[in-house]
């Protein structure tokens, strides 16, 4: 079983959202997705020995960053199961790369389950960010991904998925914008992000190699003020279609 670390906002990520009059907005698909993998930053970290498929981890670093996680992966009457938490702490006030204050407390997990014998497996993840100014919305999400392994053809397996994710808020926390250019500026207090995908793989194992093909459906929704803080109307946005195809070499 493989479970793909890239987030929904790494394919496509840099397209900004359009809106229903025919505008593009400074707004990205990039900006309303995070699947809270973490950031990369100067740390010490230390993992445990393996004890009965667990790993225990923990790091410090940069100024006031710290995190503990653990990872599980065992094999029980033809089932292989993996599943990982992890809570994190930020309390730079300067925030990670002097991007300002957001100290906050981020707890995130998944689990994924597969029939070895069928190929069937499935796939839960979500997380929360809570920020300690309540002036700042907290982000939260939930993302599914069911799949099945199959054996089609003498290359190597084929995988099929489907998937489903929701993502609230994190494009929020006073945001400036000019989503909708039409009008005066307004800011972002909360959004709402919603996809759906298929996709399949192809695994050619005598190169190494992987062909891949995927369709994604993109929905949005945002909540905005005027500068008197009183609600202005959600502007009309654009679903948003994307296809990636590509394939990938492991050595």
Known sequence: MEEDVLGVQDF????????????????TLGDVYNHLNGDTANVVR??????????????????????????YEGHLAGFKLS???AYSRVTDENGLNNEGDDRNKTLVGSAALLHEPSGLSALVSGGRRDFDDPALANASFV??????LAHLNGLGS???YGE?????????????????????AVTITG?????WGLG???????????????????AFDVDLVDGGGGAVASPGIESFQSIVMGSKISF
């Open 12 to 27: 496509g990520g840099g397209f900004a959202i359009r809106l229903k009059n025919g505008g593009l907005s400074n707004v």
């Open 143 to 148: 993302y599914a991904k069911l799949g099945w």
């Open 83 to 85: 599943a990982a938490i």
């Open 200 to 218: 399949v793989v192809q695994h050619i194992d005598a190169a190494e190699m992987q062909i891949y093909l995927g369709y994604r459906h993109h």
């Open 191 to 195: 959004s709402t992000a919603e996809v």
């Open 158 to 160: 084929t995988a099929f």
């Open 164 to 184: 489903d994710g929701r993502f609230r808020d994190f494009l929020s926390n006073g945001a400036a914008t000019d989503l909708d250019p039409t009008t005066a």
């Open 46 to 71: 230390y993992d445990t020995p393996t004890i009965a498929g667990v790993v225990l981890s923990a790091s410090y670093g940069e100024d006031d960053i710290w995190d503990i996680g653990a990872r």
